[in-house]
């Protein structure tokens, strides 16, 4: 789906975000300062809630990107808000995309806040619901993975959404990343490693810098859970502990959910 306008600015209207998470992928998008100027200059970028105290503006914009988990009833209200302003909508990072940290709070949420605060939910939070992905409130049209999200990644996905591409999208795990990189397998080290289930797409970073996948693209559609857990019971390991880790950035997916 790419933009297109008949204004007298020809200029996509963006505005960019924030729901429940750390900022820290917005900060990502700032990060590419070679290149940054140029593509905001492509831009008329109304709002920039990381970036500007400013008020939400007023109106329809071409490119709404949103960061962070819906976490409250007024976030919920925001993201339909904005799906029906804008033309395309593109959720970043884990937290918008599969519910990310946040989501790690979805099961028994009531219980959490008996934990956290002393005397019940402070008012200023409003009403609060279950952790839950962006897409699991309103239709998303791109999604920028990982925990940080790849600056470059949402450079390619918001050249996708302003001027559209012939692009295949992405399916299969992080595994044939691994051996495309020769970077060898944790697995044979007895470790668990969450690439054999993980969506690729991120080259296998976490792996060449010698730690385990953590799974923060989210779960591979064509992943095959069922055989994950074969294969680390037949290798001798927890398969609570597998079962554990993937919930750190699947907690909220109905894939996971469906193999309860």
Not at 120 to 129: I, K, L, R, S, Y
Request: charged fraction near 20%; glycine fraction near 10%; include cysteine.
């Amino acid at each position: 789906m790419a933009c297109s306008n008949n204004r007298a600015d020809s200029r996509p209207r963006v505005v960019i975000v924030g729901l429940a998470s750390c900022f820290g992928c917005q900060l990502q998008i700032t990060n590419d300062e070679a290149h940054l100027l140029d593509v905001l200059g492509q831009l008329d970028l109304r709002y920039w809630q990381l970036a500007s105290s400013a008020p939400e503006p007023e109106g329809d914009v071409d490119v709404v990107v949103i960061e962070g988990a819906v976490t409250t009833e007024e976030s919920r209200r925001c993201v339909e808000k904005w799906r029906e302003r804008a033309n395309t909508l593109i959720a970043v990072g884990a937290c918008a995309v599969t519910g990310g940290i946040p989501g790690m709070a979805a099961k028994d949420l009531d219980p959490r806040f008996g934990k956290v605060y002393e005397d019940g939910v402070p008012e200023a939070c409003g009403q609060t619901c279950s952790p839950c992905s962006v897409s699991s409130v309103v239709k998303v049209d791109f999604e920028v993975r990982s925990c940080p999200i790849d600056t470059a990644d949402f450079i390619r996905v918001l050249e996708r959404a302003l001027y559209g591409s012939n692009q295949l999208v992405l399916s299969d795990t992080m595994c044939g990343s691994c051996k495309r990189n020769e970077s060898g397998c944790f697995w044979r080290q007895g470790k668990q490693c969450l690439g054999l289930v993980t969506l690729a797409g991120c080259g296998a970073k976490c792996v060449n810098l010698g730690r385990e996948c953590n799974g923060c693209r989210g779960l591979s559609p064509h992943a095959n859970l069922n055989a994950a857990r074969a294969m680390v019971a037949a290798m001798g390991m927890s398969v609570s502990d597998f079962d554990d880790s993937l919930e750190l950035f699947n907690q909220t997916s109905p894939m996971l959910q469906e193999g309860e």
